[in-house]
């Protein structure tokens, strides 16, 4: 059974940094799917950066250029390092993994596609 543990979430200023981490223990499959999502108060979760495990990355529209998810396997960590953060990005972040499945799916970042969740970091971003 996968096991997901997020850290590095807190309270910065607009155009602040954090840096989210993810480890993960208990992974048996060479080719995966890992995710970031977050969920704000009253909104539904979003997916924000996925990685496959050939390297492939993808990104919300809301984030590319600000966001860069990366992994250090020998950690077996994932990470989520978020620059130039908006109050817009205040929320619960979670980290999520799943089968890579089809190379097709490989665009979207959706709930659905994960079958192992984290418990959540919050990151909260002040005006």
Do not use: H
Not at 20 to 42: E, H, I, K
Not at 97 to 126: H, M
């Amino acid at each position: 059974q996968v096991q997901l543990v997020e850290s590095g979430g807190g309270s910065v200023q607009s155009g602040g940094s954090l840096r989210l981490s993810c480890v993960a223990s208990g992974f048996t499959d060479n080719s995966y799917r890992m995710g970031w999502f977050r969920q704000a108060p009253g909104k539904e979760r979003e997916g924000v950066a996925l990685i496959i495990s050939n390297g492939f990355t993808n990104y919300a529209d809301s984030v590319k250029g600000r966001f860069t998810i990366s992994e250090d396997n020998a950690k077996n960590t994932l990470y989520l390092q978020m620059n130039s953060l908006k109050p817009e990005d205040t929320a619960m972040y979670y980290c999520a993994a799943g089968p890579a499945g089809a190379r097709n799916t490989w665009w979207r970042i959706r709930t659905g596609d994960y079958t192992s969740w984290g418990q959540g970091t919050q990151v909260s971003v002040s005006s």
